[in-house]
């Protein structure tokens, strides 16, 4: 009795996870890089946080192309119905802390940022605290949906040896 989906739905995500993956490794070989480099030519005081920032940077976006990798794993595995089972779980936690230590990354840049560093415009100020309040916000809600995942599991064994 498992739920199947249709699989064009799941090559729809398929497809739009691997161009954020295309997006992201962009970002990590050229965008990124690319504004390191800008942001120390246009403030030589502050260019040795150059590439410390740009590690950061890269490692948040490693983060996400891990988590990005789950998505997909866990997607074939709801394409083969067998989403329901503890294996999911241990993509769902891979999810859970890469969302953590991606927070963890981007509050410790900003709390450098504004409190040691003292640089930045504001709009980068802004964005980095919405991303830590995001971050926040996508792990807590992805360790509700883990603790569905658990009962539906449970749900769904039981369900099973009914029929």
Same mark, same amino acid.
Do not use: N
């Given at each position: ?38 942001? +120390?030519? /246009? /403030? ?20 996400? #192309? *891990? +988590? ?25 936690? =891979? ?6 230590? /991606? *927070? ?21 100020? +802004? ?11 996508? *792990? ?8 569905? =995942?658990?009962? +539906? *599991?449970?749900?769904? /064994? #039981? =369900?099973?040896?009914?029929?």
């Amino acid at each position: 009795m498992s739920q199947r989906f249709h699989p064009a739905t799941i090559a729809v995500l398929k497809a739009l996870l691997a161009l954020l993956f295309a997006g992201a490794l962009a970002s990590q070989i050229w965008v990124l890089p690319t504004l390191a480099a800008q942001c +120390a030519t /246009d /403030d030589p005081p502050h260019a040795y946080l150059r590439i410390p920032y740009l590690v950061v940077c890269i490692v948040v976006v490693l983060g996400f #192309e *891990t +988590a990005l990798a789950s998505v997909w794993r866990l997607l074939s595995m709801t394409a083969g119905g067998q989403v329901f089972s503890g294996r999911a779980l241990r993509w769902v936690d =891979l999810i859970i802390g890469c969302a953590a230590a /991606d *927070t963890v990354l981007v509050a410790g840049l900003f709390l450098h940022v504004v409190a040691v560093a003292q640089v930045g415009p504001f709009l980068v100020v +802004a964005l980095m605290a919405a991303g830590v309040v995001f971050g926040v916000a996508f *792990t807590l809600l992805m360790l509700v949906m883990r603790g569905l =995942l658990v009962v +539906a *599991t449970g749900q769904h /064994d #039981e =369900l099973e040896a009914v029929i």
